[in-house]
C-alpha cells in the first residue's frame, strides 16, 4: 500500500513556475515508477509525464514537454513536477500517481495508487 500526498498547488500568473511535491508513504516508494496527472473541469484526466523508478528517465507529454520537468528524491520518498512558463491552459488539478504497470503507462487505469490532487490556477 502507498498512500500519496501532493502539495504546492496555488495561483500563478502566466508565464510564472511552480513545483508540486508529492510525499509519499511506505518503504517501496522506489520500486513505483510515479506519473503526473491532470484534470481541467469538464476534460478527462491528462497524462503528465512520468519518472523511472531509479528517476533516470522521464517521458512528457507534448504539451507541457520543454517546460515541465519531473524528479525524485528516493531517500525522501519524493516525486517533484516543476512547471515553468505556466500558461491558462496548464490550469487544471495536479495528481501524482504510482505505478507497478512494465509497459508504457500514459492512461490512468495503469496506475495503481493515486494522491487527492493540488490545484494550480494560472491567471492571465
Known amino acids: 500500500q502507498v498512500q500519496l500526498v501532493e502539495s504546492g498547488g496555488g495561483l500563478v500568473q502566466a508565464g510564472g513556475s511552480l513545483r508540486l511535491s508529492c510525499a509519499a508513504s511506505?518503504?517501496?516508494?522506489?520500486?513505483?515508477?510515479m506519473g503526473w496527472f491532470r484534470q481541467a473541469p469538464g476534460k478527462e484526466r491528462e497524462f503528465v509525464g512520468i519518472?523511472?523508478?531509479?528517476?533516470?528517465?522521464?517521458n512528457y507529454a507534448d504539451s507541457v514537454k520543454g517546460r515541465f520537468t519531473i524528479s525524485r528524491d528516493n531517500a525522501k520518498n519524493t516525486v517533484f513536477l516543476q512547471m515553468n512558463s505556466l500558461n491558462p491552459e496548464d490550469t487544471a488539478v495536479y495528481y501524482c500517481a504510482a505505478t507497478n504497470f512494465v509497459g508504457p503507462a500514459t492512461t490512468p487505469r495503469r496506475y495503481d495508487y493515486w494522491g487527492q490532487g493540488t490545484q494550480v490556477t494560472v491567471s492571465s
Open positions: 511506505g518503504r517501496t516508494f522506489s520500486s513505483y515508477r
Open positions: 519518472i523511472s523508478r531509479n528517476g533516470a528517465n522521464t
